[in-house]
């Protein structure tokens, strides 16, 4: 046992427990003998030779992946901690507009739009700790608009170049995140089709919004409105129409007016329907209903209702009438009243007739009361001459024609003292 080192016996457990007693190890296996001085030298190029394989493979990879982001759309680019671009792909900048020259002391903060800065350099913050991104955002675009800072966005959100940015930070053994790269995608024709999609959206809205309001107010009117497609078929109509035709509250599909018409007004319906579809101008006419028209007091007016109807046509597009729009209005009272004044005319004139013919005959002067005038003014006349060569002659009975106002009376004998007493 003298002979024998320590390092020639382990520790063994005893039962599991925790102490153990000396055993003699297992002779150990002779190492080895090293190999010839030539074959180390050859082993070492051998290795020397695989780790240049591979370099050059993985260059010769690297190279390759790089031909092919450079024709490819998506945009691929690398920049330091500073923001200043490392690397860019063709794609990256014509997607974002960076300059390929002449770009030294440019960041990627002078790429967008002022009012994008803040949100956007929340987001390179959490790149730079570490954190993963992916968001869309815009760039001012082409190379010039970088000549101007302060550029405002365009009016048209969907105009500016829209990218998905997908960013990946690239961190050092220690943690500290050294570069920050990442992709580009194309998405402008994505956001001008969004845009787009709501600017349909906000136009059926805006329609909905006036069919309503245009619902509201002819519903309100006091006129009948209708709308007709080209074989007269009613599409439309208000709750006015249906009080002015006397048609029955149905739905539009239901409507047909032809036989609340008066028949013979249908030959005035074709004229001017066809006239106006002819002509591509508006017609105006006037139509009779089977419904009778009463006055303010509920009293029976006319035995029909008279409406005015005025119809335009709605062309299409290539100047084609598509349908026509109309009004029909309630004439019943202007129908009435004229039909009043007419039978107070007449009655006017005929009362005008008989008085005229009772004159006639009474008498032909006071029918003719200008040539009663005159011929009392010539009797006046001639007897004032008479008067006068009564005054001049001698004392004496004188012979002098008088005629009374009512009729030629016979010569008769006068003297001074009845010239005197006149």
């Keep these: 046992m003298d002979s024998v080192s320590a390092r020639d016996f382990l520790v063994l457990p ?7 007693k000396l055993a003699p190890a297992q002779p150990s296996a002779e190492p080895p003998p090293p190999p010839p001085l030539g074959q180390h030298y050859d082993n070492r190029s051998e290795e020397f030779r695989e780790v240049l394989g591979d370099r050059d493979h993985a260059a010769a990879r690297l190279a390759s992946m790089h031909a092919t982001m450079e024709i490819v759309d998506v945009g691929f680019f690398e920049y ?32 967008v739009y002022e009012e994008d800065k803040e949100d956007l350099m929340q987001r390179w913050i959490a790149l730079s ?46 943690g500290e995140t050294l570069r920050v790269s ?8 994505q956001k001008r089709s969004e845009s787009d999609a709501l600017k349909r959206a906000e136009a059926l809205e805006r329609a909905q919004i006036s069919e309503r309001r245009f619902t509201r107010l002819a519903d309100n009117a006091n006129v009948g409105i209708f709308i007709a497609n080209l074989e007269r078929k009613i599409v439309y109509c208000n709750s006015e129409w249906f009080a002015i035709t006397g048609h029955p509250v149905v739905d539009f599909a239901d409507v047909s007016w032809a036989g609340y018409l008066l028949a013979e007004d249908m030959v005035t319906v074709d004229k001017n329907w066809n006239q106006m ?3 591509k101008q508006p017609a105006k006419y006037q139509l009779r209903w089977h419904k009778p028209w009463l006055d303010a007091q509920g009293a029976r007016g006319t035995p029909h209702t008279w409406t005015m109807c005025s119809v335009y046509p709605e062309p299409n597009k290539d100047g084609s009438i598509i349908s026509a729009a109309g009004f029909l209005t309630d004439i019943s009272h202007l129908i009435w009243a004229e039909s009043a004044q007419k039978q107070r005319t007449d009655e006017a004139v005929e009362a005008k007739r008989q008085q005229e013919n009772f004159i006639d005959m009474t008498c032909h002067e006071i029918r003719n009361p200008l040539g009663a005038v005159m011929h009392c003014a010539d009797l006046i006349e001639s007897t004032a001459s008479e008067i006068a060569e009564l005054r001049r002659g001698e004392s004496g009975d004188v012979e002098v024609s008088l005629f009374s106002p009512a009729a030629a009376a016979a010569p008769r004998k006068i003297n001074a003292a009845t010239v005197a007493e006149l």
């Design 14 to 20: 005893i039962n599991g427990g925790p102490s153990g």
């Design 80 to 111: 330091n901690t500073d923001g200043e671009l490392l690397y860019g792909n063709e794609a990256f900048y014509k997607l974002s507009g960076h300059p390929k020259v002449g770009a030294i002391g440019y960041t990627w903060l002078d790429c």
């Design 129 to 174: 700790h570490g954190k993963p991104s992916t968001f869309e955002m815009r760039w001012k675009g082409p190379p010039d608009a970088l000549s101007a800072p302060e550029t405002s966005a365009p009016e048209d959100d969907a105009d500016a170049q829209w990218v998905l940015a997908a960013c990946l930070p690239i961190m050092g053994r220690d």
């Design 182 to 189: 990442g992709c580009l995608t194309d998405i402008a024709a």
């Design 277 to 279: 579809i002819d002509t």
